[in-house]
T-cell receptor
């Protein structure tokens, strides 16, 4: 069943605002991945995290691997309309072929 | 260089019909995966393959079969479609030495079973 809990489920923000979303689990993960899915497309990898406490940026995106290894956070600064989509967290539960995904955070950006 | 290509993109089936979804990749990746995406559920792993001629069950394998006769192709079959299999199906791939670096996904197949 679902192992990763993402919140919020959806967000409606104004262009230019910053966004924060998170992913938590009752299980420990050794890798955290963040994907973005555009409408009608498959998910695309945004950021990968491999060490507890790690903070990694990709342009306006910043993600952190929680110290407890049971959570991760994704921040988007100065949102723009093309940030619209569904953001998924993911991580391998038992092995790298057992990748689990959160239910996603749906982001809407109003111009 | 197409990456990961899924066919068909859309399909409507009647209950009890069968069909095969095709995933083709040109990246020479060893590992291939089939996921289904349902509203509020995220992506759930159906079956996967770690190489030509090998397959394994994922989290939700019931009602599906797979085959990996060629390295570049991974087929997902529904022998007798049920309305509960209405979903968006995604294929993903990765190389054997980069499984924890994230997957490359296809654009999906939207299947409706009526």
């Amino acid at each position: 069943g679902q192992q990763l809990n993402q919140s919020p489920q959806s967000m409606f923000i104004q262009e230019g605002e910053d966004v924060s979303m998170n992913c938590t689990s009752s299980s420990i993960f050794n890798t955290w991945l963040w994907y973005k899915q555009d409408p009608g497309e498959g998910p695309v990898l945004l950021i990968a995290l491999y060490k507890a406490g790690e903070l990694t940026s990709n342009g306006r995106l910043t993600a952190q691997f929680g110290i407890t290894r049971k959570d991760s956070f994704l921040n988007i600064s100065a949102s723009i309309p093309s940030d619209v989509g569904i953001y998924f967290c993911a991580g391998p539960l038992y092995n790298n072929n057992d990748m689990r995904f959160g239910a996603g955070t749906r982001l809407t950006v109003k111009p | 260089n197409a990456g990961v290509t899924q066919t068909p993109k859309f399909r409507v089936l009647k209950t009890g019909q069968s069909m095969t979804l095709l995933c083709a990749q040109d990246m020479n990746h060893e590992y291939m995966y089939w996921y289904r995406q349902d509203p509020g559920m995220g992506l759930r792993l159906i079956h996967y393959s770690v190489g030509e001629g090998t397959t394994a069950k994922g989290e939700v394998p019931d009602g599906y079969n797979v085959s990996r006769l060629k390295k570049q192709n991974f087929l997902l079959g529904l022998e007798s479609a049920a309305p509960s299999q209405t979903s968006v199906y995604f294929c993903a791939t990765t190389s054997s030495d980069r499984t924890n670096y994230g997957y490359t996904f296809g654009s999906g197949t939207r299947l409706t079973v009526v």
